[in-house]
Nanobody
Framework: QVQLVESGGGLVQPGGSLRLSCAASGFNLDDYAIGWFRQVPGKQREGVSCIVSSDGSTYYADSVKGRFTISSDNAKNTVYLQMNSLKPEDTAVYYC???????????????????WGKGTLVTVSS
């Protein structure tokens, strides 16, 4: 059974850091690209970052580039999202999902596929 479980969310002050984890089961990370997405109630879901573990490729939305780092540990079958220099506008529920990324001259676009976690809440506030 394929399952994705996020953890690591919480309350952090502006400028602070958090590391999110996405533990995968039922498949190997090499089989799928994994993306992080976020959503604020009432707003459209936004693709944040994506990793293709089979070749190590990583992709970031402009809004997080230089602040967030995605990585994977294949031995633990886990994908991480290190978030630094957090801003109040980063507040959202963060989801990991099997994903596809399409790279265009204007930047990457992320698409969530069949499998999603239940999300973890990140709140950036003083």
């Amino acid at each position: 059974q394929v399952q994705l479980v996020e953890s690591g969310g919480g309350l952090v002050q502006p400028g602070g850091s958090l590391r999110l984890s996405c533990a995968a089961s039922g498949f190997n990370l090499d089989d799928y690209a994994i993306g992080w997405f976020r959503q604020v109630p009432g707003k459209q879901r936004e693709g944040v970052s994506c990793i293709v573990s089979s070749d190590g490729s990583t992709y970031y939305a402009d809004s997080v580039k230089g602040r967030f780092t995605i990585s994977s540990d294949n031995a633990k079958n886990t994908v991480y999202l290190q978030m630094n220099s957090l801003k109040p506008e980063d507040t959202a529920v963060y989801y990991c999902a099997t994903a596809r990324v399409v790279v265009t001259p204007t930047g990457p676009t992320f698409y969530g596929l069949d499998y999603w976690g239940k999300g973890t809440l990140v709140t950036v506030s003083s």
